[in-house]
C-alpha cells in the first residue's frame, strides 16, 4: 500500500515569493492534516481536513498561508508571500476518521526562504 | 490545554546497550499517548500507542512503554539497541473523544555509537 506522498521533497525560494506544497494521502483516507516542524521541535498543527471540509484551520497564518482540498482528496498548502521563518519542513498526514486511528505521515517538504 | 515535555534533547548510547527515553505530559483529563520516530529526512512513524488497558505497551522494532499515571509519564524503552535506532523520537499526545489531535514534544535525539 502507497503512503502518504508529497512534492516537492525540498524547495529554495526568495523570500516575497510564492511557493505550494502538494500532498496525496493514503487511500480511503478521509482525513488529511498539515503540520509545521521548525528546527529542532515536533510537528505542529496547521490545519485538518475531514474530507473537503477544513475543520480546524486555528493554527493557520491566514494573512500569507493557505489551503485546499479539492474533491476530498489530494490537497495543496499555498505560502504568499513567504517569509525567512517561513523556512521549515511541512509535513502532510492522512489517517481514517475515529480519534484512535494513526496518522500517517509523509516524509515532508523542506522549504528554505533565502 | 495538553502539554508534552521531552526530558533529554539528546541521549548518546553504544549499540547493544539498554535505553530509556523520558516523556511527561500535563492534562488535566485522560489523554491517549504515541511514540514516533522520524529517521534523517523521512515522515514520522509510529511505534505504539497507549489508547486504554495494560499499561505496558509493545511496539514495533522491540521498544515498549510503560503509562504511568500517577507520574504523568510515558517513558519508551528499549532493552538492546542498534546503530539503525539512531533517530528522533517524538512523545505526543491526544484527547479521547476528540478529533485526534496530536500535540508533540520538542523531540529526543537517539545516538547509537559502535
Known amino acids: 500500500e502507497a503512503g502518504v506522498v508529497q512534492s516537492p521533497r525540498y524547495k529554495i525560494i526568495e523570500k516575497k515569493q510564492p511557493v505550494a506544497f502538494w500532498c496525496n494521502p493514503i487511500?480511503?483516507?478521509?482525513?488529511l492534516y498539515w503540520y509545521l516542524q521548525n528546527l529542532g521541535q515536533g510537528p505542529e498543527l496547521l490545519i485538518r481536513y475531514e474530507n473537503e471540509e477544513a475543520v480546524d484551520d486555528s493554527q493557520l497564518p491566514k494573512d500569507r498561508f493557505s489551503a485546499e482540498r479539492l474533491k476530498g482528496v489530494d490537497s495543496t498548502l499555498k505560502i504568499q508571500p513567504a517569509e525567512l521563518g517561513d523556512s521549515a519542513v511541512y509535513l502532510c498526514?492522512?489517517?481514517?476518521?475515529?480519534?484512535?486511528?494513526?496518522?500517517?505521515f509523509g516524509p515532508g517538504t523542506r522549504l528554505t526562504v533565502l | 490545554a495538553q502539554s508534552v515535555t521531552q526530558l533529554d534533547s539528546q541521549v548518546p548510547v553504544f549499540e547493544e546497550a539498554p535505553v530509556e527515553l523520558r516523556c511527561n505530559y500535563s492534562?488535566?483529563?485522560?489523554?491517549?499517548l504515541f511514540w514516533y520516530v522520524q529517521y534523517p529526512n523521512q515522515g514520522l512513524q509510529l511505534l505504539l500507542k497507549?489508547?486504554?488497558?495494560?499499561?505496558l505497551v509493545k511496539g514495533i522494532n522491540g521498544f515498549e512503554a510503560e503509562f504511568n499515571k500517577s507520574q504523568t509519564s510515558f517513558h519508551l524503552r528499549k532493552p538492546s539497541v542498534h546503530i539503525s535506532d539512531t533517530a528522533e523520537y517524538f512523545c505526543?499526545?491526544?484527547?479521547?473523544?476528540?478529533?485526534?489531535?496530536?500535540?508533540f514534544g520538542a523531540g529526543t535525539r537517539l545516538a547509537v555509537h559502535p
Open positions: 497507549y489508547l486504554s488497558g495494560s499499561t
Open positions: 498526514a492522512s489517517s481514517l476518521l475515529t480519534s484512535t486511528d494513526t496518522q500517517y
Open positions: 492534562s488535566s483529563v485522560s489523554v491517549y
Open positions: 505526543a499526545v491526544s484527547l479521547p473523544g476528540g478529533y485526534n489531535k496530536l500535540i
Open positions: 487511500s480511503g483516507h478521509n482525513t
